[in-house]
């Protein structure tokens, strides 16, 4: 597609159940990023995706993240048993390789009440 | 560990000022950086980008300064425009595995008229 394609763009969860973040990348692209970003805040790594790579999970904070991408496209990235302080916007991002700059989905909103 | 950081919170200018905005990175080994503009609501949003071979790199209203002595990167926009109004983030590249950036916590951009 013409940009980074992210889904849902809301989500409200109960504390303790599990989400799937979805991400459409840009179409040829070969990398694959997941970020974290809580209010007023930076960004923080999650997860890279590169090729047929080992992913780079160096950034999840927990067991409770999990992210995979099949086909080497689409990405999931699920939050096991949801915890208030999981509440952020979650982006996706994708770049045709290394040396290029990122081009972001719009995100995820993830509320866990 | 690496990490990028702001000066400045937040920037308040004048609409047709020139505003800079300023950032320092730890890692003097990074060799590619990049500055983002985030508007409310939607992902960040690639700007400029600059190698660690390059001292200055124009684009269409915007200016990007890398000083390697001091780990120091600025943008510079020229002519404020109400439009510019946002977070802008540097990024710098980790140099521990694959492509991944690190994100500096951001500064708010707020233009006046």
């Known amino acids: 597609g013409a940009g980074v394609s992210q889904s849902p763009s809301n989500k409200v969860t109960e504390k303790g159940k599990d989400v799937e973040l979805r991400c459409d990348p840009i179409?040829?692209?070969?990398?694959l990023y997941w970020y974290r970003q809580s209010l007023g805040q930076g960004l923080e790594f999650l997860i890279y995706f590169q090729g047929n790579s080992a992913p780079d999970k160096s950034g999840l904070p927990s067991d409770r993240f999990s992210a995979e991408r099949t086909g080497g496209s689409v990405s999931t990235l699920t939050i096991q048993r949801t915890q208030q302080e999981d509440s952020a916007v979650y982006l996706c991002?994708?770049?045709?390789?290394?040396?290029?700059?990122?081009?972001f989905g719009s995100g995820t909103r993830l509320t866990v009440v | 560990g690496e990490s990028v950081g702001l000066h400045l919170p937040t920037l308040s200018v004048q609409e047709g000022d020139n505003s800079i905005i300023n950032c320092a990175y730890s890692?003097?080994?990074?060799?590619?950086f990049i500055w983002y503009k985030q508007e409310s609501g939607k992902g960040p949003q690639f700007i400029i980008d600059i190698r660690s071979n390059m001292d200055k790199r124009q684009g269409q209203r915007v200016t990007v300064l890398l000083n390697k002595t001091v780990k120091h990167l600025s943008l510079q926009i020229a002519a404020t425009q109400p439009g510019d109004s946002a977070v802008y983030f540097c990024?710098?590249?980790?140099?521990?595995?694959?492509?991944?950036?690190?994100f500096g916590a951001g500064t708010r951009l707020a233009v006046h008229p």
């Open positions: 890692n003097s080994a990074s060799d590619y």
């Open positions: 990024a710098e590249r980790a140099t521990s595995g694959y492509n991944k950036l690190i």
């Open positions: 991002a994708s770049s045709r390789g290394q040396g290029y700059g990122y081009t």
């Open positions: 179409s040829g692209h070969t990398a």
